[in-house]
């Protein structure tokens, strides 16, 4: 019988994972690990019913740190197989730095993918010894296990059956709760009722435009009807939007709106910023304002145009996972003011933009006068159009023109 590799190496790496989901300010690590492993990677059964408990911990919602985790583990009578404070003790203090998580659970990864393979071999030995056995079933067998192998932890939950699918768009379309208004109605009208999970929405436009106000007002709008949303800005703070909504919201009622605002700037914290609102507050969207002033988890060396093309693509991922929509800002090239109109090659460092976005909306005028246009130059699933508005710039808000738009792109 070969034995399964159980060494002193692979107990520290154990460790060294769940230290990190256990680290405290590491519920990103946390959150990469449980969506990463099953659980069956570890060997030790402590090991496994502590993995179980933090996962638990992270989809409630729970801080996870040494005591919240002692307190679960008693909770589901697992405290004793974990160890006791002896082996809590032992994974807190097996790894420094939550962020050295990705190495320990690809090394992991690593192990319990060999130890398949052992089994696998073993298993290949004995039925090619056996000549009971039919030849091609056992080729059959063996090309299923490798396949299992490399799926590594790909659940039967996560392959959709066309029923599901099927069941999946009905309620995309059909259910109003899955749609978000804009609180524009021609947009809205546009939009087919206005924003789903899983987009990502990009806002376009010059400085002096309104943007940031457009962007804010969604969310805002969307908070009055008891949908919680986020705003991350990077070119204003907090209080400027707030004395902004106060210019059209009544003081007690803004006060009271389910909108959580931040002005992190840095790439990857912002996206565990995101992930965090949405599993402690239950956002149902978020508004990151703007893309071109985020600082980029790439290399220096590396082009600005990739940075900004691995962030777009990044945050529509992330408004899959967390299906709720995302509303990105960007920039318009200076080329744009002096053409009628802006295209979809006026988003700086645009490439990637254009392709990862599910809606662009580009937004026309002259900054001197309240006559706004909406341009939708992108709508995956949909028309393209313009939408005419009225930005009432001392109110910092977008109503509805008495002129909308009937012509076409």
Sequence with gaps: ?????????????????LGSMVLMDSSEAAEFAAGELDGREFMLPGHRAIFRAVCSMTQRGIPV?????????????????AGGLTGLTEIVEAVPNAAHVRYYVCQLQAIHQRDGLLLMSERMKRLAEDP????????NAILSDLETIRA?????????????????????????????????????????????????????????????????QIVFNASKNYRPGLIVSLEMESGEIAGRGLKTIQRQRFAELPVLFSECGEFSKLVSLIRLAKRRHGIQLAAVDYLQLIDSPIGKNELRSSQIGAMSKA??????????????????????????????????????????????????GDAETDERELIVAKHRGGPCGIVRTTFDRPKFWFNDSVEPWTGSL
């Excluded at 019988?1 to 994972?17: C, F, H, K, P, Y």
């Excluded at 009971?132 to 080729?139: A, K, L, R, Y």
């Excluded at 408004?319 to 700086?348: H, T, W, Y």
Aim: with cysteine; charged share 25%.
């Design 1 to 17: 019988m070969i034995q399964i590799l159980e060494t002193i190496d692979r107990r520290n790496i154990e460790s060294a994972v």
């Design 65 to 81: 740190d040494a005591i919240t985790l002692a307190d679960e583990l008693i909770r589901v009578g697992d405290f004793e197989q």
């Design 132 to 139: 009971t056995c039919d030849p091609s079933q056992t080729i």
């Design 152 to 216: 590594g932890n790909v659940r039967q939950s996560e392959l959709i059956t066309a029923g599901e699918a099927l069941e999946a768009f009905d309620r995309r379309n059909n259910d109003p709760a899955a749609v978000i208004p804009t609180g524009i109605s021609e947009l809205d009208r546009q939009l087919f009722g206005g924003l789903r999970g899983g987009q990502l929405v990009v806002i376009g436009g010059r400085p002096g435009l309104g943007k940031s106000a457009l962007m804010s």
């Design 315 to 364: 945050l529509k991922r992330l408004a899959m996972e967390l299906q709720i929509p995302i509303l990105l800002g960007s920039q318009l090239n200076r080329e744009s003011e002096k053409r009628g109109r802006p295209s979809l090659a006026d988003l700086r460092e645009s490439g990637a933009i254009e392709q990862d976005a599910d809606i662009v909306v580009l937004l026309s």
